[in-house]
């Protein structure tokens, strides 16, 4: 497979945006801009893999891969918290210690 200098690009402002994104909506601080791409990228490999399976397909262009992508990215954000412990309960990342 190759990428493009221009999608790998793509690529990366749609994970960084989604990430981001995601990051605002589940109460986190973010990531730091390397952690909110990683987010954003895995995010949006289970939100193209979960989306078709529930029949919902949200056209093409970049909106339509950055809505993906946070939909994905929020799912993953759901499950690291399930994960560690819930919601409310344990530090999670991107928390401080008073």
């Known amino acids: ?9 793509v690529i990366i402002v749609v994970g960084i945006v989604a990430g981001w ?3 605002r909506v589940m109460e986190g601080g973010g990531f730091g801009l390397i952690g909110d791409l990683i987010v954003g990228l895995i ?24 809505i993906n992508a946070f939909i ?6 759901l499950l690291l918290r399930l994960l560690s412990g819930g919601f409310g309960r344990g530090w999670g990342w991107g928390r401080r210690r008073l």
């Open 72 to 77: 994905g990215a929020v799912v993953l954000l």
């Open 43 to 66: 995010g949006a490999f289970i939100g193209d893999w979960l989306l078709p399976r529930l029949g919902i397909h949200l056209g093409v262009g970049m909106v339509a891969l950055i």
């Open 21 to 23: 994104l995601a990051g």
């Open 1 to 9: 497979m190759y990428l493009s200098n221009q999608s790998l690009l």
